[in-house]
C-alpha cells in the first residue's frame, strides 16, 4: 500500500504561484512514477504533470507547459510540483497519484493510476 498526502494549496490571486507538495508512505516511492491531476466543479479529472521513477522523464499537460515544474526526492519521498502564472481557470483540486505499475514512462490516463492522495484545493482568485 502506499499512502499519499497533498498540502500547499490555497487561495492566490491571478498571475501568483504555488508550490504543492505530495508526502509518500508506505511501500517503496522511488520505484514509481507519479503524477498530478486536477479536477474543477462539474469537469472531469485531467492530467496535470507526471514524473518517473528518477526524476529524468517528465510529462506536462499543454496547458501547463511553461508554467509548471516537477520534482521529486526519493529520500524524503516527496514529490513537489511548482506552478507559476495561474490563472482563475487553474482553479481545482489537485490530486497527487501513483502509477505502480510504470518506472520510465509517464501516463497521462487517470485509470493507469491506482493510489490517490485526498487533495488539495487550489483556488484562483481574478
Known amino acids: 500500500q502506499v499512502q499519499l498526502r497533498e498540502s500547499g494549496g490555497g487561495l492566490v490571486q491571478a498571475g501568483g504561484s504555488l508550490r504543492l507538495s505530495c508526502a509518500a508512505s508506505?511501500?517503496?516511492?522511488?520505484?514509481?512514477?507519479m503524477a498530478w491531476f486536477r479536477q474543477a466543479p462539474g469537469k472531469e479529472r485531467e492530467f496535470v504533470v507526471g514524473?518517473?521513477?528518477?526524476?529524468?522523464?517528465?510529462n506536462y499537460a499543454d496547458s501547463m507547459k511553461g508554467r509548471c515544474t516537477i520534482t521529486r526526492d526519493n529520500a524524503e519521498k516527496t514529490v513537489y510540483v511548482q506552478m507559476n502564472s495561474l490563472q482563475p481557470e487553474d482553479t481545482a483540486v489537485y490530486y497527487c497519484?501513483?502509477?505502480?505499475?510504470?518506472?520510465?514512462?509517464?501516463?497521462?490516463?487517470?485509470?493507469?493510476?491506482?493510489?490517490w492522495g485526498q487533495g488539495t484545493q487550489v483556488t484562483v482568485s481574478s
Open positions: 497519484a501513483v502509477d505502480s505499475r510504470k518506472r520510465w514512462s509517464v501516463e497521462v490516463d487517470v485509470n493507469q493510476y491506482d493510489y
Open positions: 514524473i518517473n521513477w528518477s526524476g529524468a522523464n517528465t
Open positions: 508506505g511501500r517503496t516511492f522511488s520505484s514509481y512514477a
